[in-house]
């Protein structure tokens, strides 16, 4: 059964609070002032649209560094965030998207991967890896290829939001459409 992960999806703008234009995305604050996004926002709207994803990079209206300030912003579901989480896994980025409801559980992934260890990165080893900063990491847009895990529990709904690149910006997937731009394994993570 899927669930329904969103009352009311932020809706791309045609002009309004924020708008996409070629994929460079742009927010206007008012009558004729026009502000361009953060660089990583625009990187990771082109790699999804040459990814052949619809889903558009949306800007929330404040800053969403957690799971819950994005379900809240959003008005979905926690379990329907898709967090965007480094892990250093002997050494080597490893990059899970678990569900906003869950904890990984480090010791279960670390048997899954055959590593001796995997912990939490800090931020130099995060935005070493993804070009990133905690708090926006997307699924994609990072300098090389991370080895990806994407939690089972996000199956159980249709539309799933992950970070654009920026604590601002989210963008709507599923579950397959992550595994598969990610060349991520689906894996139980909890």
């Not at 709904?157 to 920026?166: C, R």
């Amino acid at each position: 059964m899927l669930l329904r992960s969103c009352r009311s999806p932020l809706e791309p703008s045609t002009g309004g609070a924020a708008a996409l234009s070629g994929r460079r995305i742009r927010r206007w604050v008012g009558a004729d002032t026009l502000l361009v996004m953060h660089p990583n926002a625009e990187h990771v709207a082109r790699v999804l649209a040459e990814n052949g994803v619809s889903g558009e990079v949306r800007e929330l209206p404040e800053s969403a560094p957690t799971a819950a300030t994005a379900a809240a912003q959003l008005g979905c579901d926690l379990g329907a965030i898709a967090n965007s989480l480094v892990f250093n896994a002997d050494g080597e980025p490893l990059l899970i998207m678990t569900s906003g409801a869950h904890r990984v559980d480090t010791a279960k992934v670390a048997t899954l991967l055959g590593a001796a260890s995997v912990r939490r990165a800090d931020p130099d080893f995060v935005r070493s890896a993804t070009g990133q900063t905690i708090g926006g990491v997307a699924p994609v847009g990072h300098p090389q290829p991370v080895r990806t895990l994407v939690d089972l529990w996000l199956e159980k709904y249709d539309v799933v939001w992950a970070a654009g690149g920026h604590a601002h910006t989210v963008f709507p997937t599923s579950f397959a459409e992550l595994v598969r731009i990610t060349s991520g394994i689906p894996a139980d993570v909890g």
